[in-house]
């Protein structure tokens, strides 16, 4: 087991040391700022490294998204038979290459990350009856790196600490904080993805919708439950990614949006309003020479009264 985790719990404390000799420089090398952003930086590499998996994430949504109708004729076909039912989903499934667990792939990636941070971490933390460190925090937190990450805090608790691991009122303030946030951020990222990045859906007997709001409600309970047992530098890493996982769905939302979902018409009605814009003017152009359709509306209706009235006279 150690063999399997040994380079993870070195890859983790590498990345934290690397990017503390770059912000030691500007904080101090015995900072609790240096060292947050060290962490931090480690969710950006991270995070960048999985972008082609959030590709393929968002591929697999919006396959399963294309299948809906499929998946009802299925389901209504099979009402009756569920191990029918599943079997043809399946076959469904495999045969677009849609994944219905997809929504999940970025965070079971960064399970074994978080898992190594965890360790790093309560590893600092640790110690024998002499004062020593445990051995899991070895890596490339040695000597003067361990001593001064093991000193590390943030807003006044240690980031090795947790809510369950001290009587510290400090710390388990900044924990409860940092717990609520972790949590509030995932429950609006989920809910920012079915108000705007999904298609409208009928709710009834709708599998994808139905795991969508489990995920909505689950992921931030869990976290809130189990966060008590986090390390202050776990919470900062999940929280910061929650943050960067966000930003990222709100760029694509906006950028590339899926077809038949708000954000797309939305964006839809905005692109026909600048268009109507855009004919307008070279109509007013093409007409007028520049002067405005309002002012050049009532000399027209008045040169052809006048006609009118002429003929009537004669």
């Given at each position: 087991?150690?063999?399997?985790?040994?380079?993870?719990?070195?890859?983790?404390?590498?990345?934290?040391?690397?990017?503390?000799?770059?912000?030691?420089?500007?904080?101090?090398?015995?900072?609790?700022?240096?060292?947050?952003?060290?962490?931090?930086?480690?969710?950006?590499?991270?995070?960048?490294?999985?972008?082609?998996?959030?590709?393929?994430?968002?591929?697999?949504?919006?396959?399963?998204?294309?299948?809906?109708?499929?998946?009802?004729?299925?389901?209504?076909?099979?009402?009756?038979?569920?191990?029918?039912?599943?079997?043809?989903?399946?076959?469904?499934?495999?045969?677009?290459?849609?994944?219905?667990?997809?929504?999940?792939?970025?965070?079971?990636?960064?399970?074994?990350?978080?898992?190594?941070?965890?360790?790093?971490?309560?590893?600092?933390?640790?110690?024998?009856?002499?004062?020593?460190?445990?051995?899991?925090?070895?890596?490339?937190?040695?000597?003067?790196?361990?001593?001064?990450?093991?000193?590390?805090?943030?807003?006044?608790?240690?980031?090795?600490?947790?809510?369950?691991?001290?009587?510290?009122?400090?710390?388990?303030?900044?924990?409860?904080?940092?717990?609520?946030?972790?949590?509030?951020?995932?429950?609006?990222?989920?809910?920012?993805?079915?108000?705007?990045?999904?298609?409208?859906?009928?709710?009834?007997?709708?599998?994808?919708?139905?795991?969508?709001?489990?995920?909505?409600?689950?992921?931030p309970a869990i976290f809130a439950i189990s966060g008590v047992n986090f390390p202050v530098g776990v919470l900062i890493y999940w929280s910061?990614?929650?943050?960067?996982?966000?930003?990222?769905?709100?760029?694509?939302?906006?950028?590339?949006?899926?077809?038949?979902?708000?954000?797309?018409?939305?964006?839809?009605?905005?692109?026909?309003?600048?268009?109507?814009?855009?004919?307008?003017?070279?109509?007013?152009?093409?007409?007028?020479?520049?002067?405005?359709?309002?002012?050049?509306?009532?000399?027209?209706?008045?040169?052809?009264?006048?006609?009118?009235?002429?003929?009537?006279?004669?």
């Amino acid at each position: 087991m150690g063999a399997i985790l040994n380079p993870l719990y070195s890859f983790v404390s590498g990345v934290m040391v690397a990017f503390h000799n770059v912000f030691s420089p500007i904080f101090g090398k015995d900072s609790g700022v240096t060292w947050s952003l060290s962490i931090m930086g480690l969710v950006v590499l991270i995070r960048i490294i999985l972008i082609p998996l959030f590709v393929k994430q968002i591929k697999s949504q919006r396959a399963m998204t294309a299948l809906q109708p499929h998946m009802k004729a299925i389901q209504a076909k099979y009402k009756d038979d569920r191990q029918k039912q599943s079997e043809e989903m399946m076959k469904l499934y495999k045969e677009h290459k849609a994944n219905p667990l997809s929504s999940c792939l970025p965070i079971l990636a960064q399970a074994p990350i978080f898992f190594a941070l965890f360790t790093v971490l309560n590893g600092i933390a640790a110690k024998d009856d002499n004062g020593v460190p445990s051995p899991i925090a070895r890596g490339f937190l040695k000597g003067e790196y361990l001593e001064s990450a093991s000193q590390a805090k943030f807003f006044g608790a240690k980031i090795s600490e947790s809510f369950l691991g001290t009587d510290l009122l400090s710390v388990k303030v900044v924990t409860v904080l940092l717990i609520i946030f972790m949590s509030a951020t995932t429950f609006t990222t989920q809910k920012q993805l079915m108000t705007k990045g999904m298609p409208k859906m009928d709710a009834s007997n709708n599998m994808m919708l139905q795991q969508q709001k489990i995920m909505l409600y689950l992921f931030p309970a869990i976290f809130a439950i189990s966060g008590v047992n986090f390390p202050v530098g776990v919470l900062i890493y999940w929280s910061t990614t929650n943050v960067w996982t966000f930003g990222q769905q709100y760029y694509v939302i906006k950028r590339n949006p899926t077809p038949g979902s708000p954000a797309y018409e939305e964006l839809e009605r905005k692109r026909a309003r600048k268009a109507k814009e855009s004919g307008a003017a070279v109509t007013d152009t093409n007409i007028d020479g520049a002067t405005t359709p309002e002012v050049e509306a009532p000399k027209i209706e008045g040169q052809r009264n006048q006609p009118k009235k002429k003929k009537k006279k004669k």
